[in-house]
């Protein structure tokens, strides 16, 4: 699994000529490569240079005499370079960074070229613009480009029935609300960079992002990546306004026609099931687990609410959203939270 697009930081004095022969000329002579001026200007007290590649690849630069280094990295002179192409030799050695961590100024400007090269290979992204910005270090990395594009394009982001436009305006409606900006890079990751297509990964990512939008509308603050003491990491904690906390995990059933499970409440009991033998059930309780049917068709959900089947585990909530906001669901066991501000249970 390769890693999202990260910032590498080179200190160091840099020149136009250390970069043709440091940078420009390794990658023309692998890949065939452009040396331009970049699309948008460059940071004030910055020069920067943009390197397209014959093969579709790019990479950004920009260097400076006395700048900002990136979190708990002094300053002076120093370069930023950000690619989803090979990374020339002299920069080999250089330490990677999350967009967070360098100086927002270059974030800012490398975000403006990376999206608009975003915008115009894909332009019906700009009807999302949060979405974009938020899975930017993923939907223009090295090795998820492609199939992070296509799961949102294609696939409507994991939501059955639908055009890419309406569950996509979901997704873009929660994010822009920036509750989970924080957190971005860790959350963005989650949806993959493999170059291989794995729906059932990526729909259970945006599981995730449906639980937190629940736990929001229904008035909680919501902290991910809980690491308990048995070394197990657990999806969120939901904490409301008098202090008072709860673990939340989630996980999200594959839908009935595509996976073995013969029946729609198999399905849920199975992907329960390798919840509770594994982390839940090291855990020891504590934990309330919400299992998301958002990928279910009506029929399959239809018969999972009107069977109304034990999970396996208790406190659970069984839910599925819809692209209009709306959300069913029903529990087992006593829930540690209020939700009814945020969805209707069946």
């Excluded at 033998?277 to 049917?293: K, M, P, Y």
Aim: aromatic content about 12%; some cysteine; overall charge negative.
């Amino acid at each position: 699994m390769a890693r999202p697009l990260r910032f590498r930081y080179a200190p160091g004095s840099w020149s136009a000529s250390r970069i043709r022969d440091d940078l420009y000329g390794p990658l023309d002579a692998n890949l065939g490569a452009t040396e331009r001026d970049p699309w948008f200007a460059p940071p004030a007290g910055y020069e920067a240079r943009r390197f397209d590649m014959d093969d579709g690849s790019l990479a950004l630069f920009c260097w400076t005499d006395d700048g900002e280094g990136p979190a708990g990295v002094g300053g002076g002179p120093g370069a930023y370079w950000l690619g989803n192409t090979e990374t020339p030799s002299a920069l080999w050695r250089t330490e990677k960074y999350a967009f967070a961590d360098v100086p927002f100024p270059v974030t800012r400007w490398a975000e403006r070229e990376l999206t608009a090269v975003l915008y115009e290979e894909e332009p019906w992204l700009e009807d999302f613009p949060h979405l974009a910005w938020y899975f930017l270090p993923v939907l223009c990395s090295k090795d998820g480009a492609e199939t992070t594009r296509e799961f949102f394009r294609e696939h409507a982001a994991g939501f059955p029935d639908v055009d890419r436009f309406e569950a996509l305006g979901f997704y873009e409606q929660f994010l822009a609300t920036g509750v989970m900006d924080d957190e971005r890079e860790e959350m963005a990751s989650k949806l993959g960079t493999s170059e291989y297509m794995d729906l059932t990964r990526m729909t259970a990512t945006m599981g995730e992002f449906d639980v937190a939008r629940l736990l929001v509308n229904a008035g909680y603050d919501i902290e991910p990546e809980i690491e308990v003491s048995t070394d197990h990491v657990i999806d969120y904690r939901a904490t409301r306004a008098d202090g008072t906390s709860t673990l939340v995990e989630v996980t999200r059933p594959v839908a009935p026609n595509r996976r073995s499970a013969g029946t729609p409440s198999a399905a849920v009991r199975d992907t329960v099931e390798t919840k509770t033998s594994g982390q839940l059930e090291a855990h020891g309780g504590g934990i309330t687990l919400f299992v998301d049917c958002s990928s279910f068709p009506d029929d399959d959900w239809f018969a999972v609410r009107g069977e109304r089947p034990e999970v396996g585990h208790r406190p659970a909530v069984v839910f599925r959203s819809r692209p209009d906001g709306r959300t069913e669901a029903y529990s087992t066991g006593s829930v540690p939270l209020e939700l009814d501000a945020a969805l209707e249970w069946v």
